[in-house]
């Protein structure tokens, strides 16, 4: 199974993945079906959103910092990290048509980092293919 593996560098961060899982497709000479990424871990996350102007990536961060508070129980020190992972949820299901992810024109695919800096972070991609085409 594909995976995309990246290394973050900053706490916190949102990294572009849509050249990276188009090349899968690619790759897997898919024309019609789905990718469904996923990333294993409990202090990143996956989304879909404008991937055109850098403000919105630095815009969502600035929202999200609503939950970096001092007063949660769990002793590791990065509650805030898990809880905005399960907002931006760990998996993505995208449409593939004509061997193309179909995203909007200002839509990327973009992997969240809430813990980093981070090595060896992992996305697993799967490629169905729609029944009845190659």
Known sequence: MPTITLSTSKKEELIDITDKVQEIVTNSKTKEGIAILQTQHTTAGLTINENADPDVKEDILKALEIFDKNNYSHSEGNSPAHI???LMGSSLTIIIK?????LGTWQGILFCEFDGPRSNRKIIV???KTVGYP
Not at 98 to 102: E, R
């Open 126 to 128: 799967e490629i169905k």
């Open 98 to 102: 004509g061997s193309q992810l179909q």
């Open 84 to 86: 905005k992972s399960s």
